[in-house]
T-cell receptor
Framework: QKEVEQDPGPLSVPEGAIVSLNCTYS??????FMWYRQYSRKGPELLMY????GNKEDGRFTAQVDKSSKYISLFIRDSQPSDSATYLC?????????????FGTGTRLKVLA | EAGVTQFPSHSVIEKGQTVTLRCDPI?????LYWYRRVMGKEIKFLLH????????ESGMPNNRFLAERTGGTYSTLKVQPAELEDSGVYFC??????????????FGPGTRLTVL
């Protein structure tokens, strides 16, 4: 069983829709929870990170962590065609995020104009 | 500020040959990581340098892989001899050192390795 599970998609939504992306995990030692966005032929780029449980909002993006359920989510409001990319969840057991990341497989998102 | 750079961007080699991948981290970043994505699978950790020392090499698949970080600056990852299953995208990442705050891992664009 993988430490981090993520639905690979693809997920297609119309422009302006609210997108919900999710990951589940099994390792209770994870402390940092990251969402990376990766465009084709590029490296992953950090969108948001959350420490422990709770919500974090940044513009159109909201990250949620529920450690009791071992479940994390990323919500994208008012989705745009430029949001079309692969979204990767990643997790770390490090107190400062400097240990290795454990990634999900990534969800391919396509926002249709 | 320049990001993490990797060279080459793409390498095609025959099974049994040797390939060396290079990563230049962001200047001043003590932490350097190598990850690999095999087609259809998740990005997987290979190893972690702190300056020139290997902090964690638990993800290295076997002794055909050799990573070095000379003088704590750039790093190389050598695969010798390459096998078909080594094909994938190799990512390098770097982060600052710190124990009290979150230190983002910045990723390079990756090297796409194809072993024929």
């Amino acid at each position: 069983q993988k430490e981090v599970e993520q639905d690979p998609g693809p997920l297609s939504v119309p422009e302006g829709a609210i997108v919900s992306l999710n990951c589940t995990y099994s390792n209770s030692a994870f402390q940092y929870f990251m969402w990376y966005r990766q465009y084709s032929r590029k490296g992953p780029e950090l969108l948001m990170y959350t420490y422990s449980s709770g919500n974090k909002e940044d513009g159109r993006f909201t990250a949620q962590v529920d450690k009791s359920s071992k479940y994390i989510s990323l919500f994208i409001r008012d989705s745009q065609p430029s949001d079309s990319a692969t979204y990767l969840c990643a997790m770390s057991a490090s107190p400062s995020g400097t240990y290795k990341y454990i990634f999900g497989t990534g969800t391919r998102l396509k926002v249709l104009a | 500020e320049a990001g993490v750079t990797q060279f080459p961007s793409h390498s095609v080699i025959e099974k049994g040959q040797t390939v060396t991948l290079r990563c230049d981290p962001i200047s001043g970043h003590d932490n350097l990581y190598w990850y690999r994505r095999v087609m259809g699978k998740e990005i997987k950790f290979l190893l972690h340098f702190v300056k020139e020392s290997k902090q964690d090499e638990s993800g290295m698949p076997n002794n055909r892989f050799l990573a070095e970080r000379t003088g704590g600056t750039y790093s190389t990852l050598k695969v010798q001899p390459a096998e078909l299953e080594d094909s994938g995208v190799y990512f390098c990442a770097s982060s600052q050192e710190g124990s009290a705050v979150y230190n983002e891992q910045f990723f390079g664009p990756g090297t796409r390795l194809t072993v024929l």
